[in-house]
């Protein structure tokens, strides 16, 4: 059973930054696209940074200049860095494989609050 864990989240003042990490259980991350996705308090779960196994990365317009996905294939992590943070950044952060594949169980998602 795959499972993803995701951590790094926290209460960060508007302008901030955070690190988050996403890692599994097993070496599953190699040769698979890996995505960053945010669910924000009473809406749906929206895509929010791809990279693929050969490192492409694209972002949702909200995030571009903003946010950097990474992976470090040898550690079976997945990076999100988050600069320049809004309130409109709040959100539970959830990594999986692209919507458009067989996605793996979701994990607990971590919180990140931008707040003054």
């Known amino acids: 059973q795959v499972q993803l864990v995701e951590s790094g989240g926290g209460l960060v003042q508007p302008g901030g930054s955070l690190r988050l990490s996403c890692a599994a259980s097993g070496s599953i991350f190699s040769g698979n696209a890996i995505c960053w996705y945010r669910q924000a308090p009473g809406k749906q779960r929206e895509w929010v940074a791809s990279i693929s196994s050969g490192g492409t990365t694209t972002y949702v317009s909200s995030v571009r200049g903003r946010f950097t996905i990474s992976r470090d294939n040898a550690k079976n992590t997945v990076y999100l860095q988050m600069n320049s943070l809004k309130p409109e950044d709040t959100a539970v952060y959830f990594c999986?494989?692209?919507?458009?594949?067989?996605?793996?169980?979701w994990g607990q998602g971590t919180q990140v609050t931008v707040s003054s």
């Open positions: 999986n494989k692209p919507a458009s594949a067989a996605m793996w169980p």
